[in-house]
Nanobody, 116 residues
C-alpha cells in the first residue's frame, strides 16, 4: 500500500536551516509529481512546493520562494525540502503528498518549530 513517511523536522532558531525528507513506498515513485504542504495551528493546510515526476519543474508558494528548495531522488523514492533562513511563521507540521494519484495519501507529518 502507499506509504509516505516524513522526517527531518525539529526546533531551530530563526535564520536556521532544516532538510525535510519524505520516504515513499507502495507505488512507482518516479511516475508521480510530489508536493510539500504545511499546516500551522489554527490555520488551513497550505501548499509549500511542487516538483514534477522528473524533477525538472518546481513551483513554490510566495511565502517560501527563495528560501526553500524541493528536490527528489527517484532512485531512493524520496522527496526533500531544504529550508533556509527560517522564520517563526514557518512553524507548522509539514506533510508530503502525491497530487495526481487517485485517492488521498498523507504521511504523519514532521513538526518544524522556529523559535529563539
Amino acid at each position: 500500500q502507499v506509504q509516505l513517511v516524513e522526517s527531518g523536522g525539529g526546533l531551530v532558531q530563526p535564520g536556521g536551516s532544516l532538510r525535510l525528507s519524505c520516504a515513499a513506498s507502495g507505488f512507482t515513485f518516479g511516475r508521480y509529481a510530489m508536493r510539500w504542504y504545511r499546516q500551522a495551528p489554527g490555520k488551513e493546510r497550505e501548499l509549500v512546493a511542487h516538483i514534477s515526476s522528473s524533477g525538472s519543474i518546481t513551483n513554490y508558494a510566495d511565502s517560501v520562494k527563495g528560501r526553500c528548495t524541493i528536490s527528489r531522488g527517484n532512485a531512493k523514492n524520496t522527496v526533500y525540502l531544504q529550508m533556509n533562513s527560517l522564520k517563526p511563521e514557518d512553524t507548522a507540521v509539514y506533510y508530503c503528498n502525491i497530487p495526481f494519484m487517485p485517492g488521498d495519501y498523507w504521511g504523519q507529518g514532521t513538526q518544524v518549530t522556529v523559535s529563539s
